[in-house]
């Protein structure tokens, strides 16, 4: 069993920041064998992919955040971070982190995708972030 429970989440105004955490436990989890993702979903609105990281030694951003937001893996925490810059209203979503095997996010033209929902082992349970104008 594999658990990634999300942190960091709350409410800023606009231009403010944020920083998300992802912590990774379970019996189930092996270090380094996952890309890891975040994605976001807005009320209303379907599930965005907003960036990735190949196993903490790269990373590719949504143009949506590209130059606002930054992805670091500390893999002796099990953890990875979505450090947000520059909030804006826009950026209001419950923020989800997810795990897959590698190969499986893409960025393909100005969005993060992956092949197949399917493919993704783990979700975390989501953390709000809020930001007002």
Not at 4 to 22: Q, Y
Not at 90 to 114: L, N, S
Request: glycine fraction near 14%; proline fraction near 3%; charge should be positive.
């Amino acid at each position: 069993q594999v658990d990634l429970v999300e942190s960091g989440g709350g409410s800023v105004h606009s231009g403010g920041s944020l920083t998300l955490g992802c912590v990774a436990s379970g019996s189930g989890w092996v270090a380094g064998s996952y890309w890891m993702a975040w994605f976001r979903q807005a009320p209303g609105k379907g599930r965005e992919g907003i960036g990735f990281t190949r196993r903490g030694s790269s990373t590719e951003y949504a143009d949506s955040v590209k130059g606002r937001f930054t992805i670091s893996q500390d893999n002796a925490k099990n953890t990875v971070y979505q450090q947000m810059n520059s909030l804006e209203p826009k950026d209001t979503a419950m923020y989800y982190c997810a795990a897959a095997a590698p190969g499986y996010f893409a960025k393909i033209q100005e969005r993060i995708v992956v092949a197949s929902p399917q493919l993704i082992n783990y979700w975390g349970q989501g953390t709000q972030v809020t930001v007002s104008s």
